[in-house]
């Protein structure tokens, strides 16, 4: 299985601050990734896709970027409602599999 | 708009089964395949398998060969997945998804605790 490792697994920022989440790709999954972000207590919902687009409704000020077989996440002014937990994931080869997660909490 | 109406939460035994479904509305239930998906309290995302609605098609994450059974009901445009032999190791919120590379619908989760 393709393992993803992503980092940092927690993260605490101020309000309108530069975000950025990584995940590592075990081989090459060309730009076969997603990233999610979950709530508490809700289901997760999917941000960005191919690596770099950006899905339907989701805000500008969220954006995908790839260097090799590094992902970024990136939310440009962090807003208190980008709080909760990301997740990237690789959908190149069966199994899809999930990062870690990284857990996003306001300083 | 699409939308994937998951069972209520189970509370079952070690050693049972149990068996959550998926109803799906909004769109051509054989258009795309849904998959289940499991999060354990505090932990990652892990893909358990999918189903092809059209086809009855599956496809199994090794893990959860002989644990997971995966089934749709296209009269009613409902998914099935029954997790048999629980263990405590089982307790867990079970999503199910689609369409296919990239999950963009979710159901609302289904929490199943394995409990003596």
């Known amino acids: 299985d393709i393992q993803m490792t992503q980092s940092p697994a927690s993260l605490s920022a101020s309000l309108e601050e530069i975000v950025t989440i990584t995940c590592q790709a075990s081989?090459?999954?060309?730009?076969?990734l997603a990233w999610y972000q979950q709530k508490p207590g809700k289901s997760p919902q999917l941000l960005i896709y191919?690596?770099?687009s950006l899905a339907d409704g989701v805000p500008s000020r969220f954006s995908g970027s790839r260097s090799g077989t590094q992902y970024s996440l990136k939310i440009s002014r962090l807003q208190v409602e980008d709080i909760g937990s990301y997740y990237c994931?690789?959908?190149?080869?069966?199994?899809?599999?999930f990062g870690g997660g990284t857990k996003l909490e306001l300083k | 708009q699409v939308q994937l109406q998951q069972s209520g939460a189970e509370l079952t035994k070690p050693g049972s089964s149990v068996k959550i479904s998926c109803k799906a509305s909004?769109?051509?239930?054989?258009?795309?395949?849904i998959s289940w998906i499991k999060q354990r309290p505090g932990q990652a995302l892990e893909w358990i398998g999918a189903?092809?609605?059209?086809?009855?098609?599956?496809g199994y994450n090794e893990k959860f060969k002989g644990k997971a059974t995966l089934t749709v009901d296209k009269s009613s445009s409902t998914a099935f997945m029954q997790l048999s032999s629980l263990t405590p190791e089982d307790t867990a919120v079970y999503y199910c998804?689609?369409?296919?590379?990239?999950?963009?619908?979710w159901g609302q989760g289904t929490l199943v605790t394995v409990s003596s």
């Open positions: 189903i092809n609605p059209g086809s009855g098609g599956t």
């Open positions: 994931q690789q959908a190149h080869s069966n199994p899809p599999t």
């Open positions: 081989q090459d999954i060309g730009n076969w």
């Open positions: 191919d690596a770099t």
């Open positions: 998804a689609s369409p296919g590379y990239w999950f963009a619908y």
């Open positions: 909004g769109y051509t239930f054989t258009s795309y395949d």
